[in-house]
């Protein structure tokens, strides 16, 4: 299988970079082609122009590179910290320029976007790592898991994507270095069972 890896974390060395390594590694060894960015290393610029923003515009060489490797896609995994409920800003722009209308998803004919669209995406599963420094039952009780509805319904839900795998590796900053390292054998182990080949 074809597996996009994308890691929205700005610094080097951290927690996410090692589960982006984890999981990159697992599906190689399980035979997997993997594509990876390192979207904060590559200086993906997030910023939607607003030239890019119709349906059927192609976007700069490098967004369009994106899109093909999206559209091409067996499976996804997504490697970010939870930032105010959300992914980071360099993830979410890479979202709003690679999950491009006619690409990614489509509204049916005559339908100028009120209604439900289409997915388009041919990857049946995906993947998403976050981490965090708010304890589970505060992240549900208080703020009710934004990224859980941003991932499964506002995103992949969206473009086709049946099969959502969503992770929370909480609290980071009282994690020792054993558990750190059963969180990164954890994600290898994750990826080799979501895409074992069916």
């Not at 997030?46 to 490098?62: F, N, Q």
């Amino acid at each position: 299988m074809n597996i996009l890896v994308i890691l929205g974390h700005p610094r080097a060395g951290s927690l996410n970079h090692a589960l982006a390594d984890a999981a990159c590694e697992g599906l190689r060894q399980e035979g997997h082609e993997v594509v990876f960015h390192d979207l904060c290393a590559e200086k993906f610029d997030p910023a939607l122009p607003g030239r890019e923003i119709p349906k059927g515009v192609e976007a700069d060489e490098v967004v369009e590179a994106h899109v093909r490797e999206l559209e091409n896609a067996d499976g996804i995994v997504i490697v970010h910290p939870n930032w105010w409920g959300m992914p980071p800003a360099v993830l979410k722009g890479w979202i709003d320029r690679v999950f491009r209308p006619g690409r990614a998803y489509e509204f049916a004919e005559g339908d100028k976007g009120e209604g439900v669209p289409r997915g388009l995406l041919k990857a049946r599963a995906a993947v998403v790592f976050n981490t965090s420094n708010t304890f589970a039952e505060r992240e549900m009780t208080a703020f009710g898991d934004p990224l859980e509805r941003i991932w499964k319904d506002c995103i992949f839900g969206l473009c086709g994507v049946e099969q959502v795998h969503r992770r929370t590796f909480s609290v980071v900053v009282e994690s020792s270095l054993e558990q750190r390292r059963r969180w990164i054998e954890e994600v290898r182990e994750t990826v080799q069972r979501i895409f074992a080949e069916r």
